[in-house]
């Protein structure tokens, strides 16, 4: 599954790149921002509790632009004033807790916390960062609902709280294009989510969205398909996810991976994924899906990585065998190794489909039943 780092390291380095950032060796005039700056910085110093790479070490003075992980440029409002611009502590194994004085730092753009030891809750104080272009706190053990005030931050593109410990329902507001916030790349993956996809799904304008590893299901809606013009991947694995994939599906002509293995999704794959031309990854394995392999989805011409087993497919193209990385065992192909019984197929396949019945999509038909 893959999880698009490189997206925020590349935004990080344009970011930086495009202000005279202060080096360790200068210190700006002291002003208004960087004492505030100082405050911030100091009360969450008092809030960690443990520092293994003693990245902190030299948080000392008001000098702030020479702190570890630091990062100053001129205010974007007054380019005579310096101000903290970007954090970044990225891997330091940090413990403690995030402290209401950080929205002290009315200037950041980037907060990057990945990979730390972080507890509690983010401050819905964090709402005073209008300037907040990237919030990743992915990796750490930070815990309490969706923090509803990101959606708020006008800035905001990049939302990484992956690899957590949030809880409860992520909005239908996190999904609408129009919102204050213009997520796009939404990582919400691996946490204790509970919720299903909002009917508005279909609104976002993300090139990535990754919900993979919660408490999500329901179906997905028929609106999945107006995301054609920006959806680039689509994770949503291991989530409870029931019901049809929808014909709508065939209108995101930029997604290069979709991802929705290990759910309980039915019926066949659309014939209209055929039309999804940059498509590199598709895997639906481990669900419980039936019917013939659509030959236009395995003559798409950048499928690399397909994989449908652990399901109950009848039948598929020769030309499936073809793709680079594929895997159909555990289906119902009988002229293939590694199947399902008969007996297994028989009585599964016996049951038709409806996918209406689920209540989000009429979805395709259903197969004819296949005789063993």
């Known amino acids: 599954m893959p999880m698009t780092k490189s997206f925020s390291s590349f935004v990080f380095f344009l970011l930086i790149s495009s202000f005279p950032f202060h080096s360790l060796s200068q210190s700006p005039s002291p002003n208004p921002r960087l004492e505030k700056a100082y405050i911030a910085l100091q009360a969450w110093k008092h809030a960690i509790t443990s520092d293994p790479k003693n990245l902190t070490a030299d948080w000392c003075g008001p000098h702030v632009c020479n702190y570890t992980g630091v990062f100053c440029a001129p205010a974007p409002d007054d380019p005579s004033l310096t101000t903290v611009a970007g954090i970044d502590l990225n891997h330091g194994r940090i413990s403690g807790t995030l402290p209401d004085e950080l929205s002290l730092l009315s200037d950041l753009a980037l907060f990057h916390l990945n990979s730390n030891r972080f507890s509690g809750t983010l401050p819905s104080s964090l709402c005073d960062l209008r300037r907040l272009f990237e919030l990743d706190v992915s990796n750490n053990r930070l815990s309490g609902p969706f923090p509803d005030f990101v959606l708020d931050l006008p800035e905001l593109r990049f939302l990484d709280l992956r690899f957590n410990r949030f809880r409860g329902a992520v909005p239908a507001e996190a999904f609408n294009g129009g919102s204050t916030a213009k997520l796009d790349a939404f990582f919400v993956n691996d946490n204790k989510f509970n919720f299903s996809l909002p009917a508005n799904l279909g609104n976002s304008t993300a090139s990535v969205i990754v ?133 297994e197929c028989a009585a599964f396949l016996s049951k038709p489909v409806h996918c209406d019945a689920y209540g989000c999509s009429t979805g395709p038909p259903p197969p004819p039943p296949y005789h063993y």
């Not at 919660?214 to 028929?222: E, S, T």
Request: proline share 8%; charged share 25%; aromatic share 6%.
């Open 211 to 343: 919900l993979a590893n919660n408490r999500i299901g329901g179906c997905l809606p028929a609106s999945i398909g107006g995301m054609g013009k920006t959806l680039n991947q689509l994770v949503i694995l291991n989530t409870g996810l029931t019901g049809c994939i929808p014909p709508e599906i065939g209108n995101l002509k930029r997604l290069t991976v979709f991802d929705v293995s290990f759910n309980e999704l039915v019926g066949p794959l659309p014939a209209t994924m055929g039309e999804m031309k940059k498509l590199e990854q598709l895997d639906v394995d481990h669900n419980l899906l039936s019917g013939e392999i659509p030959e236009g989805i395995c003559e798409l011409p950048r499928l690399k990585n397909f994989t449908y087993s652990y399901n109950y497919f009848c039948n598929e193209p020769k030309i499936c065998l073809k793709v680079r990385r594929q895997d159909d065992r555990r289906n119902c192909i009988p002229w293939r190794p590694e199947q399902r019984s008969p007996e």
